[in-house]
């Protein structure tokens, strides 16, 4: 993976295992569109039809959260500066716990999309925008605190 001037660059294994993983993530989503019709309505694509467990909704939530760059940057933090970053992953299996025996069987019994929806029926809809608002803080500053690890 690194040429003789000192700098990284793909090798041949690299480009085949990247090529795969695009590759079976393209063809997954085929599959579903073909052999499964796809989402017709607006519920089916936004909530799968209510049909699915708590788990999945969790991961998918965690997953929208998780950046690209925290993706690629995780396994170089480990890689560079050893295992103890991981054990933020506890902190994140708790988190994921709560929310999957909690706050995702409230969601779904309202049959709601959001939180944010959650707190404008609950509360007040100023609450709603707060937290919104909160939330595009949050995610900024999120964004805006990484390091480049070179």
Not at 63 to 83: D, N, Q
């Amino acid at each position: 993976m690194s040429s003789d001037d000192g700098v990284v660059a793909f090798g041949v294994v690299d480009w085949v295992v990247f090529g795969a993983m695009l590759l079976i993530s393209a063809l997954t989503g085929i599959y579903h569109a073909i052999h499964k019709g796809g989402q017709k309505t607006t519920s089916q694509y936004l909530v799968a039809d209510r049909n699915m467990g708590c788990v999945p909704i969790a991961t998918s939530y965690f997953v929208s959260f998780v950046s690209a760059i925290a993706v690629l940057g995780f396994p170089t933090e480990v890689y560079i500066f050893g295992m103890q970053f991981s054990l933020g992953l506890i902190g994140i299996l708790f988190g994921v716990s709560i929310m999957v025996w909690t706050f995702i069987p409230v969601i779904r019994g309202l049959e709601i999309i959001s939180v944010y929806e959650y707190m404008s029926l609950r509360f007040h809809f100023i609450l709603r925008i707060t937290a919104a608002l909160l939330f595009i803080v949050l995610i900024t500053l999120y964004m805006g605190d990484r390091k480049s690890v070179v």
